[in-house]
């Protein structure tokens, strides 16, 4: 197909090709109906805005549709009824740490602070969250991933789309967004943005004016020749996201002069299940399980995050780990309906002891149960001293304190890592205004989600868990609110 394009008219012109052409006309369009999307259009809906979504699919999926759907928030309603101690505050300082102080100051307090109104107004309209319990994501200091009871991205797309469109947004599927139409500039800032041009199934183009743009549509990930350009240790790996996301809105931005940032983040997986192409539940790494490389080796902390653990994976012999976790641990992964999907395709397979693991892996067993013997709390110092007399933490190589041992059986998956989507984009100030290079606002186009940069730094290191979804819902509701206001209009932010 063409590439995204930016047509440029006279201001007041009409921007459509044929003069007598009927042009639909909406005070907000959006394009791109996956999270943020829907929550934008979700809100704007409830306040009594016309508002057009333009999703590309034959329904909306996208990237929040792939994930597993669960959403960071501090201080909602549901996670105070949980009696969970946290803050906005906490969970800034939870993701300026992973980022190693390298996330946009402005759009982390922004998040951060918006998350939980949008989770609450969320529940107001018919979603049931609970908040996960029995273990925390790396880099979270709190209980506050946010669930549906199906714990899957399909469902809370679905959820969201029911909401939305209940409210009153608009749904436009099958239209993908090709062109838009801007006024030529008279100043410094820009033109304004008019309308979007839409390719339709029979080829045929439809034309939608509007007086504010979002643009909730995509990263770059599936763009072969910008992965290559920005991210080359994902160059050859795998990817786990959505075709949607070939870059246009970047492609858009550059065109109309807008800065970008953070292009070097994205958000990886190192739990890739192969040759299944099924997603493993970092939960597994959380509870205990550890990654072993064909030689029996562990290779890092797989506390850190799995984002990074995608690099760490594919550096390994053939760019494959065995994920290999107990019976309490299976117990645990099967209540992730991906991880239910991915036993049920022989992804997980079963040891008695260690010699068939080590069979299993293609490694020497002596090396194996070495490996294994380094793990668990009871583990005395490197040296084999133990001067107090009592059990101490063995010394990782890698810097992981384990909690507990594995017992045989044994289960493993085999894995690889996996680029999911990325995090850097269209640079965007706390209003989710898209910023031009020199740093100012244009007219009327705002961006969020995967279209703009996140929260995540600008290297893969940066992926606190849940970032992207947290862009996606908190960019959303912020960005309902600059649209708002941009027509007139100001949104109670506690009002349902």
């Known amino acids: 197909m063409s590439a995204p394009v930016v047509r440029w008219g006279s201001p007041g012109s009409t921007p459509v090709s044929t003069p007598d052409a009927d042009m639909m ?44 759907g669960f959403i960071p928030a501090a201080g909602s309603a549901v996670q105070r009824a949980a009696g969970i101690d946290d803050s906005a505050e906490r969970f800034a300082a939870d993701i300026q740490a992973k980022a190693h102080g390298t996330a946009a100051p402005h759009l982390v307090a922004a998040y951060t602070d918006a998350a939980a109104p949008a989770m609450d107004m969320l529940a107001r309209h018919g979603l049931v969250f609970d908040v996960l319990d029995g273990f925390l994501y790396p880099g979270h200091s709190a209980r506050r991933m946010h ?72 990263g770059f990930g599936g763009n072969a020749s910008m992965v290559a350009e920005h991210l080359p240790a994902m160059r050859e790996a795998v990817y786990g996201g959505h075709v949607g996301n070939d870059g246009s809105a970047i492609e858009w931005g550059k065109a109309l002069g807008a800065r970008l940032a953070d292009l070097g983040a994205y958000q990886g997986h190192g739990s890739w299940a192969t040759p299944q192409g099924a997603l493993i539940s970092w939960a597994v790494m959380m509870d205990g399980g550890v990654q072993i490389n064909r030689d029996g080796l562990r ?13 760490h994976v594919l550096a390994q012999p053939g760019g494959v780990a065995w994920n290999v976790f107990d019976e309490r641990t299976l117990a645990l992964a099967r209540g992730f309906p991906d991880f239910v999907a991915a036993e049920a395709g022989h992804a997980v397979k079963t ?36 001067p107090h007399g009592t059990a101490l933490h063995r010394t990782d190589p890698h810097g992981r304190r384990f909690e507990r041992t594995l017992q045989a059986p044994y289960h493993a998956v085999k894995v690889t890592g996996a680029l999911f989507h990325t995090q850097g984009g269209l640079d965007i100030d706390a209003q989710c205004r898209v910023l031009n290079r020199d740093g100012r606002a244009l007219p009327n186009l705002l961006a969020a989600g995967g279209a703009a940069r996140g929260v995540s730094g600008n290297d893969v290191s940066g992926y606190l868990s849940g970032n992207g979804l947290l862009s996606a819902v908190a960019g959303g509701y912020i960005a309902a609110a600059t649209a708002a206001a941009m027509l007139g209009h100001e949104l109670d932010q506690e009002s349902p």
């Not at 080590?358 to 067993?365: E, K, N, T």
């Open 25 to 68: 006309q909406v005070p907000v369009l959006i394009i791109g109906a996956g999270a943020c999307g829907l929550t934008a259009a979700l809100r704007l809906a409830q306040a009594g805005i016309e508002t057009v979504l333009i999703e590309r699919d034959a329904a909306p999926s996208g990237s929040s549709a792939l994930s597993s």
């Open 147 to 218: 669930a549906l009871p199906e714990r899957t991205g399909v469902a809370l797309v679905t959820a969201l789309e029911r909401a939305a469109t209940g409210a009153g947004a608009h749904l436009l599927t099958r239209a993908l967004a090709r062109e838009i139409w801007v006024e030529e500039s008279t100043g410094h800032d820009g033109g304004r943005i008019t309308a979007v041009g839409c390719e339709r199934p029979d080829g045929s183009v439809d034309v939608i004016g509007c007086q504010v743009l979002i643009l909730a549509c995509n």
């Open 299 to 311: 290779f890092h902390d797989e506390t850190q995050g799995y984002s990074e653990a995608a690099v």
């Open 351 to 386: 040891c008695a002891d260690v010699p068939a693991l080590a069979a299993l892996i293609g490694c020497d067993p002596d090396v194996l149960q070495q490996t294994l013997q380094g793990i668990g709390p009871d583990a005395v110092d490197s040296q084999g001293n133990d």
